[in-house]
């Protein structure tokens, strides 16, 4: 819920000063398809809104009679003014919430996503998918089991082609290692996972 609120602040935030307006709970809550949107659901969004502050990520200016307003800080979680990301940094495209994937998919599985994208990068052939060795992934903060689920959910989604190839020269051990190719254009379609 966290990713999915602060990705969706993100979008928003687009120019200077890169504040979002008031906005109540159950408004975030029904747009990233809460239960309850009203109670639990504004509930979620509220702890969810505080956890980032707490992380510096953004800052709250509460208001008792209203919703805070959200002033986002750098994505470094450092407490420092937020600047607009330059071209190195991993976009996705409008079509991620108009086309509902924010809703569809598992909060494990746009995290990965965000992974995969990194490290696709500005590949256009999926010859070039790249691939992560096993004592590269913890540097991503995604345990193997999560990984595991959301890259199934990925694939269900047809948003993942995961491949196996041999890494290694002619005459050293040959691994197997799995490539993964995130489908970016799948975005720009209706969301649904498939059986």
Request: aromatic fraction near 8%.
């Amino acid at each position: 819920m966290r990713l999915k609120l602060y990705l969706s602040l993100t979008l928003i935030a687009v120019k200077a000063p890169y504040g979002v307006r008031q906005m109540a709970g159950r408004s975030w809550a029904s747009a990233l398809a809460l239960p309850a949107p009203e109670s639990r659901g504004a509930r979620r969004i509220g702890d969810a809104l505080n956890w980032l502050c707490a992380e510096k990520l953004i800052a709250l200016e509460r208001d008792p009679a209203r919703p805070p307003r959200i002033a986002m800080l750098s994505p470094v979680g450092d407490g420092t003014a937020y600047e607009r990301p330059g071209s190195r940094y991993t976009t996705l495209t409008t079509g991620f919430w108009t086309n509902q994937w924010i809703t569809v998919l598992s909060s494990s599985a746009v995290a990965l996503l965000l992974v995969l994208l990194d490290l696709q990068g500005g590949e256009k052939e999926q010859s070039n998918a790249p691939w992560l060795a096993g004592d590269q992934w913890p540097r991503y903060g995604i345990s193997p089991d999560t990984r595991t689920r959301a890259t199934k959910e990925l694939q269900r989604a047809g948003l993942l082609t995961v491949s196996r190839v041999p890494q290694g020269k002619e005459f050293d051990y040959l691994r197997l290692r799995n490539t993964y190719w995130v489908h970016k254009e799948r975005l720009e379609e209706p969301a649904e996972l498939r059986s």
